[in-house]
Nanobody
Framework: QVQLVESGGGLVEAGGSLRLSCAAS????????MGWYRQAPGKQRELVAR???????NYVDSVKGRFTISRDNAKKMVYLQMNSLKPEDTAVYYC?????????WGKGTLVTVSS
């Protein structure tokens, strides 16, 4: 059974940085997409960044130039380096693994950016 466990969230001042990590366990097909979504209070969950196992990446416009997604396929890890954080980045961040038609989710980690 696939499990995803996030870590690295916390409280940071505006302009600061955080690095989120997500560890995947279980049997995972080698061709997949791993990424990060977030959900702020009262808002829908949105894609932040995702990375194909082959290396292609996608970012939501609001984080381009500030966030960087990376992954270690051998370790089944995905990371999100978040720099120049803004209060509007405050949300629960969820790790996602997409394999074909199946999606797996972590439980989320809270990121709070104070102004």
């Amino acid at each position: 059974q696939v499990q995803l466990v996030e870590s690295g969230g916390g409280l940071v001042e505006a302009g600061g940085s955080l690095r989120l990590s997500c560890a995947a366990s279980g049997s995972i097909f080698s061709i997949n997409v791993m990424g990060w979504y977030r959900q702020a209070p009262g808002k829908q969950r949105e894609l932040v960044a995702r990375m194909h196992s082959g290396g292609d990446t996608n970012y939501v416009d609001s984080v381009k130039g500030r966030f960087t997604i990376s992954r270690d396929n051998a370790k089944k890890m995905v990371y999100l380096q978040m720099n120049s954080l803004k209060p509007e980045d405050t949300a629960v961040y969820y790790c996602n693994l997409n394999v074909g038609l199946r999606d797996y989710w972590g439980k989320g980690t809270l990121v709070t950016v104070s102004s």
